[in-house]
Structures are given as C-alpha cells and as structure tokens.
C-alpha cells in the first residue's frame, strides 16, 4: 500500500557529506509522519531524524543535531536527510519509515511505531 524508496547512500570520508532521500507513494498521507533510521552491524535500529508536515516539526537524536537536516518536498512526497561532518560511527544502513496515521510526539523515535519501511541505504564513512 505505501511503499518507500531510499537513496542516496555511498561511501564518504569522515567529515564528508551526503543526502538521502526517500520517495514515498501509496497514499496522501503516507508522508506526514516520517523518520530515518540508523542500523550498524550488530546492533540495533535507532532512531536517527524525524518529521511531520501541517504542522512542519522535525526532530533529532542528539548525536546528529547540528550536523543533519531533515527536510521533505511535499508534492513530491520525498523526504531528505542531508548528512553532514559524517562520522564512522555513522556507519550503518539507513532507513525511511513512515507511517500514514498520525505518531504522537512521544511516539517518534520508536520503529515500532511504523508501518511502512523502506529497503535501506548503505552508508559507510571511513577513517
């Protein structure tokens, strides 16, 4: 029904920058709830940036507040994350989820509170 999409990923030098995007389809609403994720070999998924449209909020995991931007086109259902001062420890495979119902505030950074994921997108920063 929703289905999401990510691009975007690669390899970079610490300290480089890279942006993600993920194009949503299936439904109006399937972006107005929408975050990214982070899954590094062997350990588990956390939660990375967040964002919600009417009203436009955004939200960050402290490691990455500063450093990344998370924005969306709303016409064309994407959503963006714009990484900057990669770090290694940034490595990991990122993923879109978005969910169509509405996430509470306290809710956003939880995976389990999404339905819909995309197939991930490998990001490695080396050394």
């Known amino acids: 029904q929703v289905q999401l999409v990510e691009s975007g990923g690669g390899l970079v030098q610490a300290g480089g920058s890279l942006r993600l995007s993920c194009a949503a389809s299936?439904?109006?609403?399937?972006?107005?709830?929408m975050g990214w994720f982070r899954q590094a070999p062997g350990k588990e998924r956390e939660f990375v940036a967040h964002s919600t449209r009417r009203p436009t909020t955004t939200d960050y995991a402290d490691s990455v507040k500063g450093r990344f931007t998370v924005s969306r086109d709303n016409a064309k259902n994407t959503l963006y994350l714009q990484m900057n001062s990669l770090k290694p420890e940034e490595t990991g495979v990122y993923y879109c989820?978005?969910?169509?119902?509405?996430?509470?505030?306290?809710?956003?950074?939880?995976?389990?509170?999404?339905?819909?994921w995309g197939q991930g997108t490998q990001v490695t920063v080396s050394s």
């Open positions: 299936g439904g109006t609403f399937s972006t107005d709830y």
């Open positions: 989820a978005a969910n169509r119902n509405r996430i509470i505030t306290s809710n956003r950074r939880n995976p389990a509170a999404y339905a819909y």
